[in-house]
């Protein structure tokens, strides 16, 4: 398992990620309306998705 708290300073690896046009452009949306950037509400969906992965193990 991941440990979150000791995986944030790791280094890290830079990934290219490709998504259909509509899933880019809610996610755009979605950061907008709570006035965040791209990456960061990307980053808290990953982290989300792994902590959900985390508690099912």
Partial sequence: MIDLNSAR???T???G???P?????AIEKQ???EMIG??????R????TLRREHEAA
């Fill in 9 to 11: 300073y790791e280094p």
């Fill in 13 to 15: 690896r830079t990934i």
């Fill in 17 to 19: 990620v490709v998504l």
């Fill in 21 to 25: 046009v509509s899933v880019a452009d």
């Fill in 31 to 33: 950061a907008s309306s």
């Fill in 38 to 43: 791209k990456s960061a509400w990307m980053r």
């Fill in 45 to 48: 969906a990953l982290i989300a």
